[in-house]
Structures are given as structure tokens and as C-alpha cells.
């Protein structure tokens, strides 16, 4: 069992990392908890606007990585989820939101946990403090509760330092084939071999590395642009920094080789010489496949996609018919009552001489008064409890309107994810082919392409160049010393014009015989013109 961990930030690019399907034969999502979102992107971003909402901490993130040994029997899922129970209880992570996903490569499974350092409640994050220390002494006694056995790397190394590869590291061997520890064994055998700068540079050179200087006095570039420092890839802990120092700067000072830049530009132009990476058709296969699994996987995004607008369509049909339908029946319920009212009355109606007594009496007329106020009033009350309803008609209608919207934008969210995942896959599969290549290229070598020829036309265009010079300082002294015009006449005129602090006269001027014109002087001209007029008669006196 080794796990490895860090604080880390960039949610977004985890997330895009551990579902990659390319570099991963297996990728299943296990766990998602503590967010509203289900998917990775989702609560990565969610843990992430809580930590700039509630606190100032930018390491948002505790990614924990676990290999276990593959030569030991492979783990359950139980003894996974007891080693990471373990880790947040020691870690102080325990509730904390956390998302698992397990990966399967080169058949072997391991596992990958993120938890959020965000305490939401109490505004602040999770302090981990030697966590390193807390993994170790976790993993000690996961190894003894489940009889496993532990790497010779939990033994106490003396100079205590990780073996652990840096993330650079990696990307180079991803890059060319070659680990550190081949790069190491190359360099210290051109060392060992070597009994002069000279000696040690031509050989660097034929195992395919430039020496130049960068913030360190002396790097090597690589056929392939990758950088490393030169005293960390001699592994002879007798060599220090100040003897390569020592043995390199009289034949090769630091300020004699070229930038590290440069280096990268004369490799590059070596490496497409040699390289000419062109697809054939096994990659152009790779390329078709990965296309069709993306397309595979992107179809049941577009599927949901057509579900989501087919619903709701639905929704809105069906929350514009039940409220058409409550309307409608507020409606009838007030004209029903309305004819029953007028019914009513009609059969209370009086006649004869009650209804001529009434009328002479005037309570007809107070009858009619008392009916048009219940008239009024149930009116009134109808009309708003219309409006009423037409507002919250309204707040159901936009209501629903946002959450189709936030639907879309979930989404639309996991679609640009999916977009993220396809772009990381396709960067894969190219490295993998241009590592195959280049491993392809070199053949049965264990070394990288010798960039000697590079370091032989970098010697020829400066001798070259020396000797151009050489040349015309011969030609300029023997050419003074035998009275012979040089190639470049010196013209007296010019010169003295210049000498004057006068602009020098264009031919086409002063061949039409007009006399030149004086420039204009500065005061600061004209101060030094005079200077230099009475140092030259103090002289003469």
C-alpha cells in the first residue's frame, strides 16, 4: 500500500484528470458526497466557490492517492473504504465532502480520494499538519490489521528524503520513455568515462543532451526540450556541485554556452530532422477508436439532452393547462352563483298588492339597493381573487421557467466537461504515439538520439565566424599598412561634417553644386565642439 497526497487547488483539471478514460482502462465514479451535483466537476466547483465565499484558502483540495501492491492480493472495496475511513479520522477530515473514484490500469486497480478542507459550518479549513507522518503511520497499521506487507520505501531511509517521482518527473518519462533512473545511469557513466570538460561534453552530447546554462550554471536540454539540472542526474554522492563546477567552467564558463532557450531551438530543429512524425495507419486507428468511444460516451449526453427539452415541453403544456383550467372554473363557479342568485331572487319576487304596498312603501327600492351592494361585493371579491391568482399563476410560471434554466445550465455544464475529458483523452493518445514513435525511432538503443552533429555545427559556425572576422581585420590592416583604398573608401567630408556636429549631406545634394547647409546644433553640441576647441589649444600652447 502506498499512498501519496497534497494540497492542491484547480478543481476543474482533477476532475478532467481522473476521468479520463484514455490513460485509465477503468474509471468508475464511487462516491460523490457532500454537493449537490453528482459528477466531478460539478462539486469541485461547488467546494470551490465555498472556499472563496467563506474563507482565504487557495489549496482547496486534499487529493489522496492509493496504490496498493500488485504483487500482494488485490483489495475490496471494503478494505478501500476502511483504509480511507481511517485516513479522514486520523486526517481530521471526518464528515468532510469527498469524492472516490477508482481507476484500473495495466490491470492493476487503485483508487483516488479528494476531500474539500472547507468546513462550511464554521467558515474556515481544515488544518492538516504532518500529514505525511499521519498516512504513514495509517497505512502501518492497515498493513497489520489486514496482513499485508509494507514497501522497503516505509523503512527509514538516513538521508530522509521521498523517492516519490515529481510531477515533471513523470511527465518526461510519459514524454520520451526514459525514467530518471536511466537518465542518471547515463549521465554518471559519461562522467565516470570522461577525463576532460571536453571529453564529458561529447559524450553528453552522444547520449543526446546539450549543456547550457539557465538559473542554474549548468542544465541539460534533452532531444525533446526537457530540462534537468546536471548535479542531480550524477548519482555519485562524492561529486558535489562546486567539483562540476570546477571541472567545467575553465573550457566551459557558464557565460560561453547557450540559454536554455536556445538549446530547446537547436534540439528542435535536430529532432524534426530525425523525427518526422507522421501518422500511419495504426495511428490514424488509435485516433478513429478513441473518436468512436467519445462519441459512444457523448451519446448519452445528447440523448439526455432530447429527454430534458421533450420534459419540458411537457412541463410547460401541462402547468399552462392546469392554470387555463383554474381559471376557467373561478370563472364558472362566479356566473353559476350569479344565476342562481338571480333565480333566487326571481322566485322571492312579490306581486299583487304586497308588490304595490312594497313599492309605495319603498322597500322594493331598498330590496334593489341591498342586491346591487351583494352583486357589488361578490364582484369585487372575484376580481381579486383573480388577480391573486394570476400572480401566483405568474411565480409558478417563472418558477418553472428557472428551473428548466438551471436545468439547461447543468447541463450544458457537463457537456463543456465532457468537451475538457475529450481534449485531455486526445492529448494522451498523441503523447502515447509520439512516445511510441520516438521509442520506435531509436530502436535497440537505451539511449536518446545523439545530438553530436548539433554540437559540431555549433563549433564549425563559430570557428566560422571567428575566421570571417580574422579576415577582415587582415584586410583592413593590410590594406592601412600598404596605402591601398580599402573596400569601404573612407569619405573625409562626411567624417569631418560628423566630427563637427554637422548632418552629413546627401549625395544627390551636394551634386548639384549648392553649398550644404549647417544642421542645427544642440546647446549640448555646441558646448562639447567648443570644449574640445580649447582643450586642443591649451595642447598646442
Known sequence: MIPFASQRALGQDLATHLLNAHDNEMVELAEVSGAIAGDLHGAFAEWEAQAHALTRCENYLYSLSVNPDPAQDPLTREQYFDYIDRVESKLGLTGQPRAVVFHEKYGREHCHVVWSRIDADNEKAVQLAFDREKLMMVTREFARDHGLELPEGYSKNRDGKSKQHSLYEMHQERSTGFSKEQRMEQVTDAWRASDSPNAFVQALAEQGYILATGKRPYVLIDLYGNMNALPKLIDDKSVRTKDIRAFLEKEYPPESLPTVDEARALAERHRTEIEGYVRNEQQADALAELKRNQAERRKGLEQAQTVLKQRQHQDRVALAGNQKALRSARRAAYLMQSRRLRKEREVRKTTGLAAFLGKVSGVELLKKQLN???????????????????????????????????????????????????KRELKSLEEFLRREARIQDRGSRDHLPSLAPVLKKTKEKSKEEARE???????????????????????????????????????DESDSGEAPKPASESKVQRYRRRRKRDQDLDRGR
Open 469 to 507: 572576422a580574422a579576415e577582415d581585420a587582415r584586410e583592413e590592416f593590410n590594406a592601412a599598412a600598404s596605402g591601398r583604398p580599402r573596400t569601404k573608401p573612407i569619405d573625409l567630408k562626411k567624417e569631418f561634417d560628423l566630427a563637427a556636429g554637422n548632418e552629413p549631406v546627401e549625395e
Open 372 to 422: 346591487k351592494y351583494q352583486d357589488r361585493k361578490r364582484f369585487q371579491h372575484y376580481r381579486e381573487a383573480r388577480e391573486a391568482l394570476t400572480i401566483s399563476q405568474a411565480a409558478e410560471h417563472k418558477a418553472l421557467k428557472r428551473r428548466h434554466e438551471m436545468q439547461i445550465l447543468d447541463l450544458r455544464r457537463k457537456i463543456r466537461a465532457l468537451e475538457k475529458i475529450e
